[in-house]
């Protein structure tokens, strides 16, 4: 069992805005996409490209969540699961950089039953809305704080098929049923659990995305609606004068309406 808390060492204002990564641990190897193992041409002319994606898909934890998180690993191989994590500590600046790519139509958005949201008709509003949906406002990502991760298990996907982080496949019926019932079952006991377990209203159920409730907690009390404000005003984030005017049901509806 996990002590229930931990002080949290550093700067935690800026560590929950996502503006120092000075509380992360980057991992290894591990992370590399199986794409990158078995690209054949790795090793010579596109060695270039392999390091760079290397750099790219690098997963960072919170430091003081690695051997809670090596326990769950450790527990979930014994019981036939690969536990990998897909997702892990971002930055503003790259949640930034998702925020304004959807917002301007670079990438697409996806609904929660998969399909593409038209956001030819939509206003801004309605465009931050789908966005928050799936993609938290910089400097309000959980994902920020390194003790939020997004997991799955290679060794339960279908053969030649690869993730998509969409909630079928964590369903009853889908590749990750193993892992989402084991989860549900035993990530309490090593101090992790499920922020995101269904629709409260706000964004949507996120059967993949574990949180470290010792270190979970803290940062989710020390959330300051107008330090967010601040950091925001001061980006060049798309949609900023609605979002800012919004903030409020935005902190209500999408931030603060977790599973707690
Ligand atoms: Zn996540």
Sequence with gaps: MQKNTITILGDINKQLLGLTDQHIHYL???CLTNKNLTDKNVANHHEIKAVQTLSRST?????QMKTAFDALKHSAQTAGIELKIASGFRSFERQLQIWNNKFTGKAIIKKTNGEIVDV????DWQIIEAILLYSALPGASRHHWGCDIDVYAPNLLT?????QLEPWEYQQSGPM??????????????GFYLPYDCYRGGIAA???HLSFRPLATQYQATFNIQALQTCL???????KMVIVDNLTEIAKRY??????
Excluded at 120 to 123: G, I, M, P
Excluded at 159 to 163: E, H, I, M, R, Y
Aim: charge should be negative; charged fraction near 15%; avoid cysteine.
């Design 28 to 30: 290894g190897n591990e």
């Design 59 to 63: 997963i960072g934890i919170h430091q």
């Design 120 to 123: 030819s008709r939509l206003s």
């Design 159 to 163: 053969a030649g098929k690869s993730l």
């Design 177 to 190: 049923a193993k892992l989402s019932t084991w989860l549900t079952q035993h990530a309490a006991e090593f």
């Design 206 to 208: 996120e059967p993949w």
């Design 233 to 239: 005003i001061n980006t060049d984030i798309s949609g």
């Design 255 to 260: 931030i603060n309406n977790v599973n707690t």
